[in-house]
């Protein structure tokens, strides 16, 4: 196992031949276990939060309902936090659900999680959240809105592709983040650490704004009231369940940057668990903050709840500062969804399941260079392109499905690696991860029922990547095999 607090081999510039073979090296520790909480909050705190309360309030019967599901739904994150910082613990590596699924299951099932994470998962995710920065952009730059067409890219027997001055705005930000990330990752970090406490301070300022600005107060009901009982409230609170979690996804990638921590088999189970905790308290209180702010009835079906209560309670001034404070949210959550994303690739490639150029990390820099510039050009063609909610519907099953083996796989290696060194063991075992994968198991079955047109096409493209496999894993192994012995 490798130490990740001893300082790596210093590596001297490229010169010559060696430009073009750059150093197999490991990637340097420089996240610390301050930076490791900012991380976590940093990926699960993007635009979500400040969208969909008033959206999953319209299919609600009652305000205690929707707090209810705020709760539970950050139960199931901490539960798996709780699962998943036993795995990080155990291989502290660039990697994370990546690994885990390679240890428990082997080499295949590994390569669909990575073969669908650059498909659409992740790199899907980073397109998407650049074009809702390059939409709050617009609010204070309104050139840069979605309704200026700057070109038209002509396509043979369609109506073209529009360029908006938005998506300019989210390519530039890609570009400018996947730059960052290439030439200085200790940088990048500095830069995730700012904009986490700026984003923090922004978000905590709503319900000190409901208890300071406001005399509103909620109208409380019964979680479920009487008369509204029966399968059409529970259909209600698993599609807003589904909603909580989207908000609350991206606390599950911080183990892809293991290998960049300092001290990750303990400070990386600490900052999970700790850094999930912040965020569930800081969704609640904003939630609360949205009842403080706003009846009920106003925020049924509201999209932009968090610029709405802000404004109620503030004046115009109110909705600019929590505009902005989304600007600065989406930004951060892209920059810390770039860091992690890069290193499945990373990952892929030092198991011998991805082009061995990815796993290479730059001589001078010290960061997995290929592995970025891969990540930096399909989000920003996801970015232009704009088609990133249906493919995301599409694969929406196999991610969570996915999650399911990756709880899962703490009871796959405690009885295949019943050696293997555990500095945290998950607190509550086995209830604890039952939890979490039964909670993310019923997810799965209501997509399937729901949506099952959907889940099959993400099967089927998830199972598309078998070819790639065999080009990059099965045919080079079974060539060395038929290779003579001539010693």
Known sequence: MINTTTTPPIVSPPTGQEIATFSQVDLKPHIGPFSVVLLVIGNAIGSGIFLISGVMLGHMPSASLLILAWIIGGALVLAGALTYAELGAMFPHSGGLYLFLHEAYGPLVAFFFGWASLLVILT??????????????????????????????????????????????????????????????????????????????????????????????????????????????????????????????????????????????????????????????????VNLAYLYALPAQQMRGLLRVGEASATAMMGINGGRFISAAVLTSAFGCCRAMMLVCTRVFFAMARKGVFPKTFGRVHARYGTPYAAIVLTTIWAILYAVSGSYEQLFTYVMFGGLLFAVLGGAAVFFLRHRLPEQARPYRVWGYPLVPCIFIGGSCLLVVNTLVEKPIESFVGLALIFAGLPAYWYWHVAPQTQKRSLPDIS
């Open 124 to 285: 899907g995710q980073i397109g998407a959240i650049a074009i809702g920065f390059s939409e709050y952009f617009s609010y204070f730059f309104p050139f840069f809105s979605s309704n200026n067409i700057l070109f038209v890219v002509p396509f043979v027997g369609h109506s073209g592709l529009a360029f908006t001055a938005n998506k300019l705005i989210a390519v530039l930000a890609i570009a400018l983040l996947g730059a960052l990330n290439y030439v200085d990752a200790q940088k990048s970090n500095h830069l995730n650490v700012v904009l986490t406490v700026v984003k923090i301070a922004g978000i905590s300022a709503l319900p000190a704004m409901a208890l300071f600005f406001t005399r509103a107060h909620p109208q409380w009901h019964p979680v479920v009231p009487l008369h509204m009982t029966g399968p059409a409230t529970l259909t209600a609170f698993g599609v807003a369940m589904i909603a909580v979690l989207w908000a609350y996804d991206g606390w599950q990638y911080v183990p892809f940057a293991a290998g960049e921590m300092v001290d990750a088999q303990k400070n990386l189970p600490r900052g999970l668990i700790l850094g999930v905790a912040i965020v569930i308290a800081i969704f609640v209180n």
